[in-house]
């Protein structure tokens, strides 16, 4: 792992470099092991959202290599909890969507995006749990995305912030992550293997 840098360019370069690595090490992991998490990591998703009896819950839909959410999804569909999924846009904002129903396209970076209506954009406000994607997360709460800031955006928005989880592979909670002024933190992890509260 990287040192910690001291000013704002090599805070940047490190989480570049820290992206990329990580980056890499979702494309290789293999097929087996990201299987074996699947069903474990879906158990988590469900019991933070049955914990916190949430009937609103903020998600995303999962790429190949991210930790799948597709199963937690359909859970939540057929148990009567309302889903909210975020659709990019490119003036670095975020849209919301309704999880109802299967039909996916892809969004302005070539995300999966649900074909569902967008909804106005209060309603993020008002989930009772965020699912949010994370390149890594540390054992202070400080979460690192993807470069695009936009859940640092949508978080420093929000005046009354639900619960916020990462979801990340178990070897993607570090020690200490590069930190920039504007990140934000999160309560938590959900893991394959439980959930970590930071
Ligand atoms: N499934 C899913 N949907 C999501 C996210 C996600 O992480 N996963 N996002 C979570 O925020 C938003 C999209 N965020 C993105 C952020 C960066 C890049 C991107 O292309 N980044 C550059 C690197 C930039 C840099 O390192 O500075 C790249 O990967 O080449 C793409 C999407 C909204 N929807
Ligand atoms: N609240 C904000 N207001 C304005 N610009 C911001 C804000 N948060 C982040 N940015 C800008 O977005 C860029 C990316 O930020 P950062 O590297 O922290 O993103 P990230 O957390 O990895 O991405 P994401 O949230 O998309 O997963 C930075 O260059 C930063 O200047």
Known sequence: MLSMPSDASETIA???????????????????????SAASLTEQLVAITSELNAR???????????????AYL??????????????????????????????EGEDVLGLPV???????????????????????????????GWGRGYFDKTLGSMDRRP???A????????????REPHDQPVDGAVTPSGLHRF
């Open 14 to 36: 490190a989480k570049r470099a820290l992206r990329a690595e990580l980056r890499e090490r979702r494309r290789i992991r293999p097929a087996g092991e990201r299987e074996a």
């Open 56 to 70: 609103t819950v903020a998600c995303y839909l999962s790429t190949p290599d991210e930790p799948p959410t597709r």
């Open 74 to 103: 359909e859970w939540a569909r057929a148990n009567g909890v309302d889903v909210l999924l975020p659709v990019s846009r490119d003036d670095g904002l975020l849209d919301w969507a309704a999880y109802d129903s299967d039909d």
């Open 114 to 144: 649900p074909l569902g209506g967008i909804v106005p954009p209060i309603r993020v406000n008002e989930v009772d749990l965020m699912l949010v994607p994370a390149a890594a997360c540390d054992r202070s709460g400080m979460r690192m």
């Open 163 to 165: 619960p916020v989880y």
């Open 167 to 178: 979801v990340v592979y178990d070897d993607e909670i570090v020690d200490a992550l590069p």
